[in-house]
């Protein structure tokens, strides 16, 4: 049977994430290779798919175009009832927090699954965007990386990034007790420059707020949600691609084969 992937394509890096996809289900070999990858624009479409990406671009835009569409809800489920494998890059990763801060006027509407609250364009402007090596040391356990050693640094591309700035509790995230905790995937050393009051004033790190030694949270993982505050689509580096679609066979496998 076919393991069907899809993209949300209501504005953003969509295209790319196609793109890596296929050329990471090829470097899966044999169990990649009954993948097919759908771009996602209507809840029809959202309801064939097994997994799903949710790109990076703008999640003000995003959250407003998928209101339009009836697609909110829809992904709520898929993400939160379904509990689907989904992966959210930069805006993704806004979209699949349960809170953000620093959102427009009025708020924005959030998808939500991970507990965690996202400071949005945490490193300021479009101006301010930066390229860094990433240690990511999960990518050890990536196929083909025989799952040992460093992994070789992962170029991440940061544009009017977010970062996780705290870890919520139950308060935050009224279905957490059944869940599993969050798991800080990727942090960026020393660079909490631009983080709001919120996240630097706190004389003590409470209980759920992420260690201030810690640096940066840029990638978090809770049960079947994954979030990035980078954009690995605009790489030509399959790793991260590779290492969730893997996952995604292995959770969605023992249903599908
Ligand atoms: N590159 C991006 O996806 C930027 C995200 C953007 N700052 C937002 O709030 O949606």
């Known amino acids: 049977m076919t393991l069907t992937v899809g993209v949300l394509a209501l504005q953003g890096g969509f295209y790319e994430h196609i793109n890596l996809l296929r050329k990471a289900s090829r470097q899966l070999g044999p169990r990649g290779q009954d993948t097919k990858l759908i771009e996602v624009r209507n809840s029809t479409e959202l309801s064939t798919c097994d997994a799903l990406v949710i790109p990076g671009g703008e999640s003000t835009t995003m959250a407003l175009v998928a209101a339009q569409s009836g697609l909110l809800e829809p992904l709520r489920k898929f993400v939160k009832v379904d509990k689907k494998p989904v992966w959210g890059t930069c805006a993704g990763l806004i979209l699949l927090a349960e809170a953000a801060n620093d959102t427009k006027k009025g ?26 090596d990433l240690s990511l040391p999960f990518l050890a356990s990536s196929p083909g990386q025989n799952g040992s050693g460093t992994p070789a640094p992962y170029s991440g591309v940061f544009i009017r990034a977010p970062i996780v700035e705290a870890l919520l509790t139950s308060e935050g995230s009224p279905d957490s007790p059944e869940r599993s905790p969050v798991e800080i995937m990727g942090v960026l050393p020393g660079r909490r420059t631009k983080a709001t009051a919120a996240s630097t004033t706190a004389p003590d790190t409470k209980p759920g707020e992420v260690p201030k030694d810690l640096g940066d949270v840029i990638a978090v993982r809770q049960d079947n949600v994954f979030g990035t505050s980078f ?5 030509d580096d399959t790793r991260i691609h590779v290492w969730w679609l893997d996952q995604v066979v292995e959770r969605v496998g023992g249903q599908w084969r």
């Open 231 to 235: 954009h690995p689509e605009l790489t």
């Open 107 to 132: 708020g924005q509407e959030l998808v939500g699954g991970l507990a965690v609250r996202v400071h949005r364009n945490h490193f300021g402007r479009q101006v301010e965007s930066f390229i860094t």
